[in-house]
């Protein structure tokens, strides 16, 4: 019961799974789980921390990124290494530098709506089928009105009382952080083509079926829940977006922000 409280009061400082992976990073490198052994199970992970298992395999998911561990189906997770493999990262240093917007372009509301998960919908937003979402869409605009994008945002329905505080240049999951304390652990970032259907084509003045490219933004947070997700789409021939990458050692903090 003891080892269990003091586990609680050390995740206050920071999130469980990185509470976990610091500690089998510290029993890597001093032999406690040498090169060619197995780590502890997910359901000893679990019970030892008193956690889930989505945040156990995220733990874990963060070693292997490092190139420490290989998690292998049926037989566990291997140790491969007590030291981080080189690899070029994107130095971010806040949310707003992953895809920002000019501050002079508004997101304008024109429909908004409570969706159930199907099963597609479900993959997209990283949820159980059947599971409820607010649903917010409409085109981003600058104030001379010429269309950026058109953009569908889904949200928790416990967040949907800052759908009235959307509209400017302000990200979402920023109004959510300051009204209800959500902290954001990680934001998974997928780029995909696709074309316009007719109602958003007439919105952003193209014509139906023209290729676009789409921006999906997915915002984990407490937990390592996903509160938001957001996919922006873009008519193909307006959008380019440019990376830069410098040799680094991989680490669990690319980016860090605060309230």
């Known amino acids: ?3 269990t409280s003091k586990v609680r009061r050390e995740v206050g400082e920071r999130p469980m799974y990185r509470k976990i992976a610091d500690d089998l990073l510290k029993g890597i490198g001093s032999g406690i789980f040498p090169v060619g052994s ?3 199970g997910e359901l000893d992970l679990i019970r030892r921390y008193s956690s889930s298992r989505h945040t156990v395999r995220e ?3 963060m070693l292997e990124d490092m190139g420490i561990v290989k998690r292998q189906r049926g037989r566990g ?9 080189p690899a070029f990262v994107q130095m971010v240093r806040s949310p707003e530098e992953l895809f920002s917007y000019p501050k002079d ?6 429909a908004e709506s409570t969706v159930v998960a199907d099963s597609g919908l479900a993959k997209l937003l990283n949820c159980p089928k059947g599971a409820p979402w607010t649903k917010i869409s409409g085109p981003r605009a600058f104030a001379s009105g010429e269309s950026v994008c058109w953009t569908d945002i889904y949200l928790l329905p416990e967040f949907k009382g800052v759908t009235g505080k959307i509209g400017g240049s302000r990200p979402v999951y920023e109004i959510i952080a300051e009204t209800y304390g959500e902290q954001i652990q990680k934001i998974n970032i997928e780029i995909y083509a696709s074309s316009f259907e007719s109602e958003r084509a007439q919105f952003l003045g193209v014509e139906p079926g023209t290729p676009s490219l789409c921006l999906c933004r997915r915002y984990h947070g407490n937990g ?5 997700v957001s996919v922006s789409e873009h008519p193909a021939k307006n959008y380019s977006y ?5 040799s680094g050692w991989q680490t669990a903090e690319h980016w860090s922000w605060s309230k």
Do not use: K
Not at 77 to 85: E, I
Not at 224 to 228: A, Q, S, V
């Open 77 to 85: 997770t291997l140790v491969l290494s007590p030291d981080a493999r």
């Open 59 to 61: 733990a874990l998911r």
């Open 242 to 246: 440019a990376f830069e990458f410098n």
């Open 1 to 3: 019961m003891q080892q």
């Open 38 to 40: 197995l780590l502890p």
């Open 105 to 110: 372009s508004a997101l304008r509301i024109v």
């Open 224 to 228: 390592g829940r996903t509160f938001e």
